[in-house]
C-alpha cells in the first residue's frame, strides 16, 4: 500500500499530542502523511502559570505550539479552522462538517481519527468535533476506518483519572506502546508550554508520566475496508 495519509479532526491544539502523539509520530516515521486538524486555535485555554503570554496573544501562541509540536512529532502543519473556542456547539454544523470534507478530499485519507461521544474527557468542544467528524466520514465514500482516543477503564482506575470519561476495556481496538518515541513525545508535549499547570499528570513523577502517556489506547468505532485500514498492520510490532 503506497501513499497512506491519516487525518486527526481535533478540536485544540494539544490535541493531538497528549493522548495520539506517540502513535502519531510512530505513523510518520513508516511514512504516513499525518494531517492534523484544530478547529479552534484555542483561545479559551489557558494563558500558562505563571502567564506566559496575555489572553489577546494566546491564539497565535497556541498556534505556533501547535505548529512546534507537529514538526517535532513529523506531522505535516496543522490545518486550523479558527472556529470559536469553547462554542463549537454554537458554530454551524453544515459549514464545520463541510469543511472537514474539504480536507477529506484534499488530503484522502485511508483513516480518520477524532474524539468520541464522550469527548474523552466530556469537554465540549471535543464531543462536538466528535460528531461532526463522524458526520463527514459518513458522508466520504473514500476513508476506510474512523478511530476515537480512549482511556481504558483500567487505566483511568489505576491513575484515579476522575477528569477522564473512560471506556469498557474490552471496547478498546488498539493499545500502542509509543516508549520508543517517548522522547518525541515528551518534547512535543513541552512545545504546549501554555497548557501545562491544566495537564495534571505532567506534575506527576517522570516514571508515572512514561507509564501513562507512554501508552495511548484507541477505539475502531467503524471499519468499511479492512484491507484500506492501515493501523492495525504498520503498529503491530507496538501493540501491547
Known amino acids: 500500500m503506497t501513499d497512506l495519509?491519516?487525518?486527526a479532526a481535533l478540536a485544540h491544539p494539544d490535541d493531538e499530542t497528549f493522548r495520539p502523539g506517540g502513535t502519531l509520530a510512530l505513523l510518520a516515521r513508516q511514512g504516513v502523511r499525518v494531517q492534523v486538524l484544530s478547529a479552534t486555535r484555542g483561545e479559551a485555554g489557558s494563558c500558562g502559570d505563571p502567564p506566559r503570554c496575555t489572553p489577546e496573544e494566546l491564539p497565535a501562541v497556541r498556534t505556533e505550539e501547535l505548529r512546534c509540536a507537529c514538526a517535532v512529532l513529523g506531522l505535516a502543519p496543522a490545518r486550523l479552522l479558527k472556529y470559536p473556542d469553547g462554542y463549537?456547539?454554537?458554530?454551524d454544523p453544515e459549514a464545520l462538517s463541510a469543511d472537514i470534507l474539504d480536507i477529506i478530499a484534499e488530503v484522502k485519507p485511508q483513516v480518520m481519527l477524532t474524539f468520541g461521544p464522550d469527548g474523552l474527557s466530556g469537554h465540549r468542544d471535543h464531543?462536538?468535533?466528535g460528531e461532526l467528524a463522524k458526520r463527514a466520514f459518513n458522508r466520504s465514500a473514500t476513508v476506510a476506518?474512523?478511530?476515537?482516543?480512549?482511556?481504558p477503564a483500567s487505566v483511568a482506575s489505576r491513575f484515579s483519572m476522575s477528569q477522564v470519561q473512560p471506556v469498557p476495556d474490552e471496547d478498546i481496538g488498539l493499545r500502542v506502546d509509543v516508549s520508543s518515541v517517548w522522547d518525541l513525545k515528551r518534547a512535543a508535549m513541552d512545545c504546549h508550554?501554555?497548557?501545562r499547570s491544566s495537564t495534571p499528570m505532567l506534575t506527576a513523577p517522570e516514571i508515572?508520566?512514561?507509564l501513562f502517556f507512554g501508552r495511548e489506547y484507541f477505539v475502531c468505532t467503524t471499519c468499511r475496508n479492512a484491507e484500506l485500514d492501515f493501523l492495525p498492520k504498520?503498529?503491530?510490532?507496538y501493540c501491547l
Open 5 to 7: 495519509a491519516l487525518l
Open 88 to 91: 463549537l456547539r454554537e458554530a
Open 127 to 129: 464531543v462536538v468535533i
Open 145 to 151: 476506518s474512523l478511530y476515537t482516543l480512549a482511556v
Open 193 to 195: 508550554a501554555t497548557q
Open 208 to 210: 508515572t508520566q512514561r
Open 234 to 237: 504498520l503498529l503491530h510490532g
